[in-house]
């Protein structure tokens, strides 16, 4: 999908994959710039799928499987991402505010941006200060 209005859309535990084998599954799901505003996710199965340019504001992201997923240019502005699976996702560039990674399940090797990684340490409620001398 490609620059489609999908606000509110209910994708609610859906399986963009496919088996190619019986130990051969493939997902391509992509969306491209789409709208996602309050969509729901929940559940959703998107590894290795592209969100690139997506807004994804305020979008029920719980206990999706985003692993090796693209986000980068993304608008997560408040995503509720309590359980999600983001191993190696890619959110550099992505609109973090708000983001609190620690509800989700693993985000072990995600990729951010240097200007992201205090606006995702403070929503973890870490105090980042610069340096007294």
């Known amino acids: 999908m490609r620059d489609c ?3 509110g859309a209910r994708f609610s535990t859906a399986d963009f994959s496919r ?8 997902t391509r799901a992509n969306f491209q710039g789409c709208k996602l505003d309050v969509a729901d996710l929940s559940g959703a199965k998107l590894p290795g799928c592209s969100l690139a340019g997506c807004r994804l504001r305020e979008a029920d992201l719980s ?3 985003l692993t090796d997923a693209d986000l980068t240019g993304s608008d997560l502005f408040q995503a509720i991402l309590d359980g999600a699976k983001l191993t190696g996702a890619d959110l550099r560039g992505a609109e973090v505010s708000g983001l609190n990674l620690m509800g989700a399940a693993d985000f072990i090797g995600i990729k951010i ?3 992201q990684m205090f606006r995702l ?4 409620g870490v105090d980042v200060r610069a340096r007294e001398r």
């Open 121 to 124: 340490l403070e929503a973890m």
């Open 113 to 115: 941006a240097d200007d």
């Open 63 to 65: 206990n999706a499987d």
């Open 19 to 26: 088996a190619l084998s019986r130990k051969r599954i493939e």
């Open 5 to 7: 209005n999908l606000t």
